[in-house]
Nanobody
Framework: QVQLVESGGGLVQAGGSLRLSCAAS????????MGWHRQAPGKQRELVAD???????EYAEAVKGRFTISRDNAKNTVYLQMNSLKPEDTAVYYC????????WGQGTQVTVSA
């Protein structure tokens, strides 16, 4: 059973930075896509960024130029470096990994104060 463990969330002032990490375990197979979604109160879950095993990336328009996704394939770990954070980035951030299906982490809270 694939498990994803996230870390790195917290409270930060606007303009600050946070780095999220997500480590996948329980699989011997290569993970094609890893990434992050987020869900703010009263809103639908949305894609933040994802990255393929070859390093191809995709970002939501709202985070382009501020967030950077990366991964360590040997460790099955994905990272999200978040800079210039805004209050509207406040949400629960969920890591996911795509193998035969999508697996999700438990979520980590990111709160950006004005």
């Amino acid at each position: 059973q694939v498990q994803l463990v996230e870390s790195g969330g917290g409270l930060v002032q606007a303009g600050g930075s946070l780095r999220l990490s997500c480590a996948a375990s329980g699989t011997r197979f290569s993970i094609n896509v890893m990434g992050w979604h987020r869900q703010a109160p009263g809103k639908q879950r949305e894609l933040v960024a994802d990255i393929t095993s070859r390093g191809n990336t995709e970002y939501a328009e709202a985070v382009k130029g501020r967030f950077t996704i990366s991964r360590d394939n040997a460790k099955n770990t994905v990272y999200l470096q978040m800079n210039s954070l805004k209050p509207e980035d406040t949400a629960v951030y969920y890591c996911y990994a795509r193998l035969n299906r999508d697996y999700w982490g438990q979520g980590t809270q990111v709160t950006v104060s004005a």
